[in-house]
């Protein structure tokens, strides 16, 4: 569940208490009718600290980013979103590389670790297992559907995401920079075959595990969204010919909590 903070709280409980707060300082912002934090560039220069007892999330409202909102959301715990905007680099700076030496979004710190001490978690689909071995929720307890899940995660990691990003960069991004077809007609053969794979999974069953929406499910479903809502390209590949993955996709974003993870952190 995503707080809500008034200025000063925020910069207290996200970087500590020894900052100056100025007219160059606007600490929050208002979107869509709720309160977010100030984007990453405002405050970067400020040291971290850790709060007592609520999450901190540093991501951006990209597939990945997505998926360890909706998570944190469907298992109602508490925490604070920081918006990482990556356009401006603010995932190079040393504050965000000592959360993740990799320089990428998501990542959280949890103040209260398995050892009760604070931990940083990165990699979206660690932050998942993570977070559903800490809860109990959307991992299930059954050793079968457990590592069923699992694999359904690593499918999307080493499958979904890299292929539909990298059809996203050719499709999207590189047109200007890349007028070869091959990169193309590479990507976009991989996603539709990744598509085929979701498609066969979903047959006669409403999610990709036990028939439960679990943890697969978050980190899949918004690159599928991404298609469509980011790409843009749902009609240049066919996704309406995967009649199951679309309703699958609809039906994870029906859910309340689902549709509140997905605002998060929002691209200003």
């Known amino acids: 569940m995503f707080s809500l903070c008034n200025s ?5 409980s996200a ?6 707060l ?12 709720r309160v ?3 984007p990453w560039s405002t405050l970067k220069r400020a040291k971290f600290s850790i709060m007592a007892s609520k999450i901190e999330l540093y991501s951006l409202a990209t597939p990945n980013g997505m998926k360890v909102s909706v998570a944190l959301e469907e298992m109602g715990l508490e925490y604070n979103a920081h918006t990482i905007d990556i356009m401006k ?13 990799n320089s990428k979004i998501p990542a959280i710190t949890d103040p209260n670790g398995p050892d009760g001490k604070p931990i940083n978690v990165f990699e979206s689909g660690a932050i998942l297992l993570y977070l559903g071995e800490k809860t109990g929720k ?9 590592y069923e899940t699992i694999q359904w995660v690593f499918f999307q990691m080493g499958g979904v995401g890299p292929m539909f990003g990298q059809f996203g960069h050719f499709y999207k991004y590189a047109k200007d ?4 077809p091959y990169p193309l007609q590479r990507y976009s053969t991989e996603v539709k075959r990744i598509l085929g794979v979701l498609e066969k999974r979903l047959e006669g069953t409403d999610f990709l595990v036990g028939n439960e929406y679990t943890i697969a499910d978050m980190a899949s479903f918004p690159w599928v969204h991404c298609l469509d809502f980011g790409y843009h390209a749902a009609e240049y590949l066919g996704v309406s010919n995967f009649p199951n ?10 859910r309340p909590a689902t549709a509140k993870g997905l605002t998060v952190c929002p691209f200003q």
């Open 8 to 12: 000063v709280s925020v910069v207290r």
């Open 15 to 20: 970087f500590g208490s020894g900052i100056e």
């Open 22 to 33: 100025g007219r160059r300082s606007p600490i929050v912002l208002k979107s869509q009718g």
């Open 36 to 38: 977010t934090p100030a």
């Open 89 to 101: 680099g603010d995932q190079f700076t040393p504050e965000f590389i000592a959360v993740n030496p």
């Open 138 to 146: 959307f991992l299930p307890a059954d050793p079968r559907l457990k």
């Open 177 to 180: 920079k890349c007028d070869h």
């Open 245 to 254: 993955v679309v309703a699958w996709k609809e039906r994870c974003m029906a």
